[in-house]
């Protein structure tokens, strides 16, 4: 942004107290932000309570954000954003928020600020495949939706133009994606690094084995939320932010995007909120944690939503207040949507509220290439390899995709700071000789990281206890999670390929799975660990009927029928696609719901 945003309205509990919206909205993260504008602009009053604070609203308020993420010293995807005990995050480095009851922890992050997790994605923006929808029926594996690819085709080509995708249709129609003909991105795609260059000269069109077919690698690009050279044949979908004047600032390769852009070309919800044509319809309370979902009992049907507002984030004190509308909707994440329905101690027919938590486990591998690769130039990720995404394959193992990490080894925790301790520490280097062995050291880092398919499981859950609350008295989330065997043996044959790739590249393997890392497991006889992908879904899943399901297929609970859970807990199956763009593909799709129903 070039300049601050035109802000929704912000509200005070009083001001919620003596009106009555169309639409109560729980949480201002992309799709909340989706639904309050595609509502807002059909004539509809909306209201969004978000539980965090609301400073990145300004620009003075992000660059705050940026100033405190530079002087970090634990530099995790939370350390933008101040502490907040009211409203506590799930950090990498820290399980403090999450009561991990095993056998693995599930571990991730989500930011519980204005803008949500946006404000420290990735930013890739993949589809999934038309295979991913069919997980059950095709390869005997999780659980199908309720509608399927050409459903959702429409509703993503809203999302890319919402987020501004950049990306290059033809290599994703060769990697298994439609698209209508014609269709381009808002963005051409993000430019390969030069450590991509260097990668992709020594192993494009090299093969390898995988359950006895042969598959040739080939690196490409992936999509991403995030400005480029804008594509002029693209056409804005009606509705959507597309291309707008004050998100002009390029991409300009800081390899920061985790956790926060300092140049803001990453999309954030930010600019959803600040692209609604009538902010004087939006209200947004912030500081105001959602505790409870009131229902009449006679009807089911939800009649407020409680929460606890605090005016002060270091201090325990807060009042109670109540929001009232025609229409709820439940646009956190998986595990807070959760959490708070199973708070509020309401009907569950199908019994699997909090059940199916899913996220993408990553396999990290590092090595040192033998040239100079200009690490650290560049987004985060630009290229990767997406081939294994499909393929009968999946009957046996989960897909996976593998990305090129342009930030060095830092992600494995054993980046910049360790080669200075091992070069100071252990080969006595100072001066001159210290200077060429961290370049030479850091600028040859390579760090794969495979991005492994987790199919619904009911034994991954979240649940609550009365023994773990925050210091509101909020539940902390209790949560239960493994990785099946056909995902670990996807683990265990990414390790393999990056062998094989480093072998090729004449790369030195570093790879080292320590074992007392909590995220340690062995499978075949081999030790790993993995990493969050902070993709966290599957716990309000949708279906066809209310004992499969929590929600229907537009979203809409099967006991409250003026409620609606959206993100990415209604996903019954994620394949190995980042799920932020169906995420915000599905509040497009069910904000058309809505709109039927408000019309009703």
């Known amino acids: 942004m070039n300049a601050d945003p035109t802000p929704v309205t912000l509200v005070t509990p009083e001001t919620v107290a003596g009106t009555t919206y169309d639409v109560v ?25 978000e539980a965090g604070t609301g400073e990145g609203l300004t620009s003075e308020g992000f660059y705050g954000y940026v100033e405190s993420f530079y002087r ?88 890319e133009s919402e987020l501004g995708v950049a990306g290059d249709t033809e290599e994703q129609k060769a990697l298994g994606v439609p698209f209508p003909n014609g269709y381009v991105f808002p963005m051409k795609k993000i430019p390969p690094s030069f450590l991509d260059e260097v990668i992709r ?224 520490d252990n080969k006595k280097k100072y001066g001159q000789e210290l200077r060429k062995e961290l370049i030479s050291r850091i600028s040859r880092q390579l760090l794969l990281a495979f991005m492994c398919e987790l199919p619904a499981d009911s034994g991954n859950s979240v649940s609550i206890d009365p023994r773990y609350t925050d210091q509101l008295g909020n539940y902390r989330p209790v949560i239960k999670f493994d990785i099946p065997d056909y995902s670990k043996l996807t683990i265990a044959y990414a390790r393999g390929l990056s062998r094989k790739i480093f072998s090729i590249l004449g790369a030195e393997d570093h790879t080292f799975y320590n074992k007392s890392d909590p995220a340690y497991f062995e499978y075949g006889g081999e030790g790993y660990w993995f990493r969050a992908g902070n993709h966290f879904s599957g716990t309000h899943i949708m279906g066809k009927t209310k004992t499969d399901s929590v929600v229907d297929a537009q979203l809409r609970s099967w006991d409250h029928e003026n409620l609606y859970l959206v993100g990415g807990g209604s996903m019954p199956a994620i394949g190995s696609a980042n799920i932020t763009l169906s995420i915000a593909a599905l509040s497009f799709r069910a904000s058309d719901q809505m709109l039927e129903d408000l019309r009703g």
């Open 25 to 49: 909205v729980v949480g201002a993260g992309v799709a909340g932000s989706i639904v309050a504008k595609q509502l807002s602009e059909a004539g509809k009053t909306v209201l969004i309570i």
């Open 201 to 424: 000269r020594k192993i494009d069109g090299t093969t390898v084995q995988l359950d006895g077919h042969t598959i040739e690698l080939k690196l490409s690009a992936f999509p991403q939320a995030r400005n480029g050279e804008a594509n002029p044949d693209f056409v804005p979908e009606k509705g959507t932010s597309g291309k707008r004047a004050e998100y002009t600032v390029q991409c300009g390769g800081n390899a920061s995007c985790v956790p926060i852009c300092p140049f803001q070309a990453k999309y954030d919800a930010r600019r959803t909120l600040a692209s609604i044509a009538s902010p004087r319809r939006v209200h947004l309370l912030i500081q105001a944690v959602a505790s409870v979902v009131e229902i009449d009992p006679a009807s089911r049907r939800v009649k407020a939503i409680q929460y606890k507002y605090y005016p002060d984030k270091n201090s325990p004190k807060h009042m109670i207040g109540i929001a009232k509308s025609r229409l709820f909707v439940l646009a956190c994440n998986a595990v807070e949507n959760a959490k708070l329905m199973l708070a509020s101690n309401l009907p569950n027919s199908s019994r699997l509220m909090g059940r199916n938590l899913m996220d993408h486990p990553f396999l990290l591998t590092w090595a040192l290439v033998p040239e100079a690769a200009g690490v650290m130039r560049g987004p985060l990720v630009t290229s990767g390899i997406g081939i294994f995404r499909k393929g009968e394959f999946r009957s046996k193992q989960a897909a996976f995709a593998m990305d090129i990490n342009n930030g060095g080894w830092g992600w494995s925790g054993t980046g910049a700071t360790n080669v200075l301790r091992d070069a100071v």
């Open 72 to 159: 970090a010293v634990v530099k995790n995807p939370n350390s933008p954003y101040p502490s907040n005990s009211n409203a506590p995050s799930p950090t990498d480095d820290s399980n403090g928020y999450f009561h991990e009851q095993g056998p693995l922890p599930i571990g991730g992050s989500y930011t519980r600020i204005a803008g949500g997790t946006t404000m420290h994605w990735e930013g890739k923006a993949l589809r999934m495949l038309p295979e991913d929808f069919e997980l059950s029926t095709r390869y005997g594996i999780g659980l199908d939706w309720p509608i399927g690819y050409q459903d959702l085709e429409p509703y993503y080509r809203k999302a």
